[in-house]
């Protein structure tokens, strides 16, 4: 009977014989994003038109990102980085009030298990690089300080690489820690100046993009994890001041209130950097994860 009998599969009417398939109940949130995803998925066949060889060079790409992402490595994460999608996602989810530390993407080289340290250490396991003190201080909205918040910081070592990035080259947590502030919501500690890098182009998103042109660079950085009770989470990067690559960014995390000045310091005698941070977060909103 017309009107009740499925849709014939067409290229006029492909997507909205996918979008029937779904009846009322189910996930709805789901459904609708799969129907939106599809939709485009099918516009953009219609409109590229590929060849079944390049329809099947792209599913061996996504296949190879699966094989490339295991615990140290996360390539679908660096995929969803690199086309602007996570930055869109934090943008999105996480405009907060001015003065507040904005989030931005977490990126690949997050490990959930960095070793806890006391104010004042070092998370430079190996010695290498310039010396840098960082200080930090976690406040409110009202420049409160914030008591025992917990804060995550994993960065480059001076050549640029992460050591999940290189496990057999440098200690497994270098430059990785967990700290908690103080009653003055302050924690110090020392680590090396990082390098700028070159987001890994030994995988299949890499080596996919560099033969676009795709600039692939990151200026340098530090980044946070800070969760304490009661406010929103802050993800987040420090870039410093300094970088000749600020502005071009592969991973769209640069904002101007992220920006630090790393200044030139004394440690020990040696010529170091030194860089104060002040993170301000805002009471965890209804409905927002924390
Ligand atoms: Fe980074």
Redesign the pocket.
């Known amino acids: 009977m017309a009107g009740s009998s499925p849709l014939t599969f067409s290229e006029a009417t492909s997507s909205q014989a996918f979008a029937e398939r779904f009846s009322a109940g189910g996930e709805s949130r789901l459904s609708e994003l799969l129907v939106a995803a599809v939709t485009h998925v099918h516009e953009l066949i219609k409109q590229f038109r590929p060849t079944q060889d390049e329809w099947r060079k792209l599913i061996a790409l996504l296949t190879e990102v699966g094989h490339a992402s295991d615990e140290r490595r996360q390539e679908w994460v660096l995929l969803s980085d690199l086309i602007g999608a996570s930055a869109l996602v934090e943008e999105i989810n996480s405009r907060r009030p001015r003065g507040a530390t904005p989030n931005t993407i977490r990126?690949p080289?997050f490990r959930a298990d960095a070793p806890e340290h006391r104010s004042g250490s070092s998370i430079s396991l190996d010695g290498v690089g310039e010396p840098l003190v960082v200080s930090v201080r976690v406040e409110d909205l009202d420049g409160l300080p914030i008591e025992g918040a917990e804060v995550v910081t994993w960065?480059?070592n001076a050549e640029g690489f992460?050591e999940n990035q290189q496990p057999d080259l440098q200690p497994e947590h270098n430059l990785r820690g967990l700290f908690r502030t103080d009653a003055q919501g302050h924690f110090s500690y020392r680590s090396v100046v990082?390098a700028g890098?070159g987001v890994p182009a030994d995988g299949p998103v890499g080596r996919m993009l560099s033969m676009t042109g795709y600039p692939l660079r990151?200026p340098a950085?530090l980044?946070f994890v800070i969760r304490a009770k009661g406010f929103e989470t802050i993800t987040t990067?420090v870039y410093d001041a300094g970088d000749p690559h600020l502005h071009e960014d592969a991973l769209f995390g640069v904002r101007p209130e992220l920006i630090a000045r790393f200044e030139p310091a004394d440690v020990d005698g040696r010529g170091a950097k030194a860089v104060n941070l002040t993170f301000v977060m805002i009471r965890a909103r209804p409905g927002r994860g924390a």
């Open positions: 990126g080289f960065q480059a992460y990082p890098y990151r950085n980044h990067h």
